[in-house]
Structures are given as C-alpha cells and as structure tokens.
C-alpha cells in the first residue's frame, strides 16, 4: 500500500556527508512513523534513526548520534537522513521505512520499506 522510493546514496569519501532521502506514496504520510535502518554484507540489519509522524521526536542509535539528522517534510511526503562525518564503518545498504501510528526501532515492526539504497565511506 505504501510506496518508498529512496535517493541519494553514492560514494564518499571519509569525513564527507551524504543527504538520502525516501519519497513515501501515503496520502496520509504524516500518520506514519519513519526509520532508516542499514545493512552491511554478512551483518543483521540496524537501526540507525526514527522520526515520529508529525516530526516532533527523534531517536538515533548511538552510532549515528552527533552526525546523522533525521528530518521530514509531510508537504512533500518525504524523510530525509542527512549524514556528516561518515566513516568507513557507515558503509551499507540504508534503507527508509514506514509503520502506521508509530515509530518504533526494530526493523521487524515496520510492514513498509524502501529499495534500499548504497552508500560506501572509502577510508
């Protein structure tokens, strides 16, 4: 029911910054919580930052804490997971996702997600 159409994954060098960005079908956008979560080879996929429907509260692992920004703009039906001073370690597979009425940081709640979309830090 609901659409995800990510962007702007790429390559990037160490200490640079990456702007994704997840494009939502939902006529009511704002009723959905969203997550972006990431997934590197071989290894479980992770939270990395949530944002409530109205975007009034955030959450962020520990390890994007301090450099990654979650943000969204329901007028345009779009979150955004803006990354600065990424690390080799940020390299994955980041993906955006939706639930209904909530935001929560386990990846197995949310029914709704992106292609994903791949974003490697060289050292």
């Known amino acids: 029911q609901v659409q995800l159409v990510e962007s702007g994954g790429g390559l990037v060098q160490a200490g640079g910054s990456l702007r994704l960005s997840c494009v939502a079908s939902?006529?009511?956008?704002?009723?959905?919580?969203m997550g972006w979560f990431r997934q590197a080879p071989g290894k479980e996929r992770e939270f990395v930052a949530v944002i409530s429907g109205s975007g009034g509260s955030t959450y962020y692992a520990d390890s994007a804490k301090g450099r990654f920004t979650i943000s969204r703009d329901n007028a345009k039906n779009t979150v955004y997971l803006q990354m600065n001073s990424l690390k080799p370690e940020d390299t994955a597979i980041y993906y955006c996702a939706a639930q209904k009425f909530a935001y929560k940081n386990d990846y197995q709640s949310y029914p709704y997600w992106g292609q994903g979309t791949q974003v490697t830090v060289s050292s």
């Open positions: 939902a006529r009511t956008f704002s009723s959905y919580g």
